[in-house]
């Protein structure tokens, strides 16, 4: 079993930025992929952006390419997520999730398909 807790989140300006941050405890080492993913009021959850055990295949959907960047650390079994230039529209709980297939995979299949889930972390973001 592995277990993701997501902190960082909060309330922030239009233009803003925020750190996201996902730690992950138990049997991590049965563990690939890891990933962000949100879910916005009233709407069906989405993807966000997905990085390879090593880091360095990423894959980001087009509405936050450029403005956010996914990293991670894998001897602290966490992963990050830089939020930059914040909009109102980035406004969702944000979800950290890790998978034991490769990145291009999930970026493929991008509903769905992760093996682990944290609980989200709620973004904010005022006009």
């Known amino acids: 079993q592995v277990q993701l807790v997501e902190s960082g989140g909060g309330l922030v300006q239009a233009g803003g930025s925020l750190r996201l941050s996902c730690t992950a405890t138990?049997?991590?080492?049965?563990?690939?992929?890891m990933g962000w993913f949100r879910q916005a009021p009233g709407k069906e959850r989405e993807f966000v952006v997905v990085?390879?055990?090593?880091?360095?295949?990423?894959y980001y959907s087009d509405s936050v390419k450029g403005r956010f960047t996914i990293s991670r650390d894998n001897a602290k079994n966490t992963a990050y997520l830089q939020m930059n230039s914040l909009k109102p529209e980035d406004t969702a709980v944000y979800y950290c999730a890790v998978g034991r297939q490769s990145a291009s995979y999930y970026y493929q299949h991008r509903t769905g398909g992760m093996d682990y889930w944290g609980k989200g972390t709620l973004v904010t973001v005022s006009s």
């Open positions: 138990g049997r991590t080492f049965s563990s690939n992929a």
């Open positions: 990085i390879s055990w090593s880091g360095s295949t990423t």
